[in-house]
Structure formats: C-alpha cells, structure tokens
C-alpha cells in the first residue's frame, strides 16, 4: 500500500481527500467516489500505485496531442476507475471498474520509464482512465521519466483541485483536457460532475505555459446545441487565445 499525497485526517478516522474538487470524506474502511483510494486505520492509501491495467504504445496523435512531438511515439499508461461517470465513455471497462474488477501488472516507477526506452518511446503518457486518480503513481513516473530525458503529458476530465494541478505540471511538457461540454447540465446529468472546476483546470494550465490541448468530443443531441458550442469557443478564445493551446473537436455517433 502506499500512502496517499493529498489529505486530511479528521476524527474518529475519518480522512478528507483534498485531490479533486469532490474533497470526498471517507469513513476508515472505506474509498472515496473514485474507487482508487482507501481510508485504513485514519490513514489514507491508494491502492492502484504500481498496478497498471493498461500499457500500450501509441502515436501522440491518439492522445490526442496534434500539436507537439507529431510523428513521435509515446508509452500509455493506466490504471482501473476514474472520478467521473460519464455515460458515453470509450473507455468504460477501464473507467468505471475498480481495481478488483481488473486485470493489472505489477510495475513501479523505473519499470515504465525503462519500457519506454526499450521500445523506443519518445515521451510518457497517462491516458485511457482519468490520471488523476493515480497521482502518486503518474507523478512518481513523470518525475523520474523527465529525469531520463523523455518527454512527459497527459489526458485529463480537468477536476483536479490547483495546487496538486501546479505541483505534476512542474513534471510536464503537455496536458489534453477533455472540455465535455459548455453546461453545468451536461455534467451534471451525463457525468455527474461539475463543470466549474474543469474552465479553472483549464485556465490554470495555460496560465502556467505549458503546452494545452482541448479535445470536445460532441455527441449529437446533447452537447451539440449552435448556441452552447459558440459559447464555448468564445470562452476558449478569450481565456486560452495564444500560441500554447489547441482546440480540437470532434463528433461521435455513439449516442
């Protein structure tokens, strides 16, 4: 087990996980909303650090990441659940399943970064799953990776609270961030989250230089009103306009 970066210890064993805009309060022998994290004894864990169920080698261009590194190789990693529920997720048999639900190997940091070596990987990637439920694990690994000389991003739903955004993008060269839609409707009803939390994680990163990518993936019937999608593309000219963000968009048959 390894202990969890961000929390707080309350009474009577109760923690409180300061990770994501959730902030979940956790009775001991429970987890919180994402699955991933434990309350044992007052002590917070979490029990996806060095269990990977998914390793793959992509294009950067499936991340997708369009704008950087084009032509470059990048080594994926991810583990189970996610702190959405998004209905209309591609990735739901990794997203929505906890650990015990899965397959995983066992991999710690200096494995993955001398994998991507081995194969000849540019640079480092966190996908498939939200990584923000593997912190620990993906920071340890991007740290170490950036070390060693490769390249590091990841693929992010954006509800990861300031300062624990700050502390992994001191470790990143490029960040994807899925704008799921511009209403809070939307992510309540589709996602059961928030969409507030997800502009700020937006504007937070661009606000840092990094290099951003924003992916909407458009779902005919619920995010694609003219209205709302103009919006959207005013909010993201007036708040990321410059050269380190790229807006990509896209539309699914899938519902």
């Known amino acids: 087990m390894h202990e969890a970066r961000f929390y707080r210890k309350l009474d009577s064993n109760r923690v409180q996980c300061q990770l994501c805009y959730r902030t979940c309060v956790v009775k001991d022998g429970h987890r919180g909303f994402c699955r991933n994290r434990e309350n044992r ?25 369009y704008h950087m590194w084009p032509g470059t190789r990048i080594f994926c990693t991810a583990t189970a659940s996610c702190n959405n529920r998004c209905q209309f997720c591609q990735n739901w048999h990794l997203s929505q399943r906890s650990l015990e639900e ?18 000849g990987c540019e640079s480092l990637s966190f996908t498939y799953n939200e990584p923000t439920v593997f912190y620990e694990y993906m920071f340890d690994v991007a740290k170490l990776g950036k070390k060693r000389g490769l390249g590091v ?25 899925d704008l799921k839609a511009f209403t809070d409707t939307f992510y309540r009803t589709v996602c059961s989250s928030r ?12 606000n840092t230089g990094k290099h951003l990518e924003v992916v909407n993936l458009m779902i005919p019937t619920l995010n694609d009103d003219p209205n709302d999608v103009r919006q959207m593309c005013r909010w993201i000219l007036k708040n990321l306009g410059g050269r380190h963000s790229h807006a990509l968009f896209a539309v699914s048959p899938q519902l």
């Open 41 to 65: 004894d007052g002590t917070y864990y979490t029990i996806v650090y060095g269990k990977p169920s998914a390793l793959q080698i992509d294009p950067i261009e499936k991340e997708p990441c």
């Open 102 to 119: 899965l397959t995983y190997y066992e991999a710690q940091p200096e494995e993955l970064v001398n994998a991507a070596e081995h194969f």
């Open 153 to 177: 991003l990841y693929h992010t739903n954006g509800l990861i609270n300031e300062a624990q955004l700050l502390a992994l993008l001191e470790h990143m060269d490029a960040v994807t961030v």
């Open 195 to 206: 969409l507030d939390p997800v502009l700020k994680t937006l504007m937070n990163i661009h």
